[in-house]
């Protein structure tokens, strides 16, 4: 059994099992503690965790609605260094700011939060909104992005409810998913009762006993560390860990469960069907070109008004009636399947047979106005969509970013100079009309 699990756990799981609605007082206080003490040593250590900017909490939550936290990290150090600052945002061009986004998804995000830095700089001086009901009012944030923001970077008492924390809250107090008002109201109910209030300060936490010359010795002079403590926040930031890295939609750890004593499910919850992905085929076409010793790649760029990724720049799809005609003597490059909201794409990759092969190239559906040559060596800088930059990459035409260890506390030091830096070093794409697209 874990750790966690003390002599008590009997008699709390018999008092958790008295009501079926909420949580008394002793639950309440019971579930705070157990959670905060596993979190204080459990916690993921990540870059946008114990830092005291509320922009950098904001873009850290815009970024991890409906994405993965692995898929985050790498996309945050690289926004926080070209965007350092709420001000080197607001006064960026929306390409470059879509530019950093490539690969998280979801793009309309990244347009409402450069909306919302220069809403914020524009009308409020410059000025954060530090209240969850002022937050609302900025483009892009609805009821949990601004409890979160409101609690980790202020301080509000305020719950934040998202999938993870609502689904530990269901199993918590045993019961299904309901996607009703009152389902709803429910979770915000409990969620309220547990977050504790307002308290922003530090406290001396004791960090074991240390012996003269620096080792863990039985006697000694027992030490501490200095640590900022913001219990709203804390807490919901407990609740989504818990919920992320423990109680799982499938197979939770129902044994390393900090609060499983108290829990009135203790596994998988009933849950409502979920809809099924649609599948759907499709091509794109891959065309390389050199000039002199430059390599440069025909893209299309989408509709401003598209209802998916408008303005962002894709390979030249291809029709599959027309690839299937012209595909009878050749093989695609490469294959991939690739997700967007509700639908998995299952895509094939082609490329001409050499300069004299245009069947392919005539079968694109797109304006020559809309295609352009782009250097691949500026293609970082380029606001490339997911598949796109994914495609790019896995044929070795887009260099990949290398993986870093994230230090945070160089991370959370970032200076201009810096980003400075790194403007120098990505060039500015040169994208050119397809003048002469039938010459290869």
Not at 161 to 187: H, S
Not at 199 to 227: D, F, I, L, P, S
Not at 265 to 281: C, I, Q, V, Y
Not at 368 to 385: E, F, H, M, Q, R
């Amino acid at each position: 059994m874990h750790e966690w699990l003390g002599e008590k756990d009997d008699a709390i799981a018999e008092a958790a099992a008295v009501s079926s609605e909420g949580l008394d007082q002793s639950e309440v206080a019971a579930f705070r503690t157990r959670l905060m003490e596993w979190y204080r040593v459990h916690a993921r250590k990540l870059p946008w965790r114990g830092v005291a900017d509320p922009y950098k909490t904001w873009v850290s939550e815009i970024m991890l609605q409906q994405t993965r936290v692995a898929a985050v990290i790498e996309h945050y150090l690289h926004f926080m260094e070209r965007f350092p600052a709420l001000v080197a945002l607001a006064l960026a061009p929306e390409e470059e700011v879509l530019a950093a986004w490539s690969g998280l998804g979801y793009y309309r995000r990244a347009r409402m939060l450069h909306k919302a830095a220069q809403f914020i700089t524009g009308e409020r001086g410059g000025v954060f909104p530090s209240t969850a009901v002022e937050l609302r009012t900025l483009p892009g944030i609805g009821e949990y992005t601004s409890a979160a923001i409101a609690s980790i970077a202020f301080g509000e008492s305020v719950a934040a409810v998202d999938g993870n924390v609502e689904r530990v809250l269901l199993r918590l107090t045993g019961r299904p998913e309901q996607a009703t008002a009152a389902g709803r109201a429910f979770v915000r109910m409990v969620a309220g009762q547990l977050v504790p209030g307002r308290t922003m300060g530090t406290v001396e936490r004791q960090t074991g006993v240390t012996a003269k010359g620096g080792a863990a010795q039985g006697n000694g002079a027992r030490h501490g560390r200095t640590v900022a403590v913001n219990a709203a926040g804390d807490h919901n930031q407990a609740m989504m860990e818990l919920g992320a890295t423990i109680c799982l939609p499938r197979a939770p750890l129902c044994l390393e469960c900090p609060v499983y004593a108290l829990c009135r499910t203790r596994g998988e919850h009933e849950t409502a069907p979920r809809s099924k992905l649609r599948s759907r085929e499709v091509a794109y076409l891959l065309s390389l070109r050199k000039r002199s010793v430059v390599t440069q790649v025909l893209l299309a760029k989408r509709p401003a008004d598209a209802s998916l990724m408008p303005g962002m720049y894709e390979l030249p799809p291809l029709p599959l009636d027309a690839a299937d005609d012209a595909m009878t003597e050749r093989e695609p490059v490469l294959r991939v399947r690739h997700a967007i909201t509700n639908t998995s794409y299952y895509v094939r990759i082609y490329s001409p047979l050499g300069p004299g092969d245009k069947v392919l190239r005539r079968a694109v559906p797109i304006a020559k106005n809309d295609l352009y040559w782009v250097k691949t060596s500026t293609l970082g800088a380029v606001p490339l969509t997911g598949l796109a930059k994914k495609v790019l990459q896995r044929l070795d035409v887009m260099a990949v970013r290398p993986l870093r260890r994230v230090d945070l506390e160089a991370e959370t030091q970032a200076t201009e100079p810096v980003r400075k830096k790194r403007e120098r070093d990505v060039p500015a794409p040169v994208i050119d009309h397809d003048e002469d697209h039938d010459l290869f």
